[in-house]
């Protein structure tokens, strides 16, 4: 099972004739993902690559080529309207790869796609600034490389791109494939944070483990150790990178920045081990830390599975034992009750008849019998 993207994802892409957006198009079709539309305004009715129809509009691309997902691939200047047309066209999962869009339009994309949610509809937005999401042997969505990864029961949740690809890579070379890999993306405002991704890899049946990768800034680490805690039934490995950076200084993404003291590398991890999770102390330790995790939770598993059948056995023995006595009283009443009672009158013919007494001679009178004789 796939979480947001799979084999039914039919996938339409905003700004598909752009630089990036037919660089990575192309990419994502040679994985084999299921590519039915381009969407660029003003070249509706042509072709990409001679066979990917392009439409004008999003809603145009989903009546016609019925698109349940869209990538965006647009400059941040456009990528409000992008969204927000996506939004209203239908379709179910938005993955916007722009980095760079404006924090204040960001806010208007977030309460806008809530509203919708609040009328009943499921829509989902992954991203911006992210790499996109991947359902191994399913279906690609972003710019990550294909060829890392391996169909497995893995759930992988990242604020950070390159770190992304390292973990996965080492997975990979351990046979520990995944279910799916969510870039959430590194913006201080993003469509689905670490506590959505992580509901819904709790929720999967066939994801085992979740490796989740954090930095510094924000406080989003520590909110999801808190949802770990309380309710995650699975094993969890975390990481976060930037524990030698300096305060006020971002590092690469706009949301990497430790501020008012708050956000630091240490609170997180803190937080994460508190919560019951397994930390990795260096990026080169998140592969062996997942199987680590994965093979301690087995064996809790298996140990509190033996220790109740031990305990249902020895209730059992116990309710044995304890109704033994019962049933040997029992035996007894109709033992006794067959038993007749000893009667003192009984009968001449049963009763022995009494040995005679002889009777007793006086001690003088045997001595004169004794004269007689001699």
Known sequence: MSVLVGKNTRLMVQGITGSE?????????????????????????????????????CKEAVEKAGANTSVIFVPPAFALDAIIEAADSGVEVIVTITEGIPTKDMITVKNYIEDINRTGRKLRMIGPNCPGIITPGEAKIGIMPGFIHLPGRIGLISRSGTLTYEAVAQLTALGLGQSTCIGI??????????????????????????????????????????????????????????RTAPPGRRMGHAGAIIAGGKGTAEDKIKALREAGIYVAESPADMGTMV??????????????KSSKKNKKKSSKKSKSKSSRPKAASKKSAKVSKKVKPFKKNRTAKSAK???????????SA???????KK
């Open 185 to 242: 993306g590194g913006d201080p405002i993003i469509g689905t944070n670490f506590i959505d991704a992580m509901k819904l890899f709790n929720e999967d049946k066939n994801t085992d483990a979740v490796i989740m990768i954090g930095e510094i800034g924000g406080n989003a680490e520590e909110t999801c150790a808190e949802y770990v805690k309380n309710f995650m039934t699975k094993p969890v490995v975390g990481f976060i990178a930037g």
């Open 21 to 57: 957006g037919s660089f990575h198009t192309r990419q994502i079709i040679e994985y084999g993902t299921n590519v039915v539309a381009g969407v660029t305004p003003g070249k509706g009715g042509t072709l990409f690559d001679e066979k990917i129809p392009v439409f004008n509009t």
């Open 291 to 304: 199987k680590l995790a994965l093979e301690e939770f087995k064996a809790k598993k298996a140990g509190t």
């Open 353 to 363: 008849p009494k040995a005679k007494k002889k009777p007793a001679v006086k001690r």
């Open 366 to 372: 045997k001595k004169q019998v004794k004269k007689k």
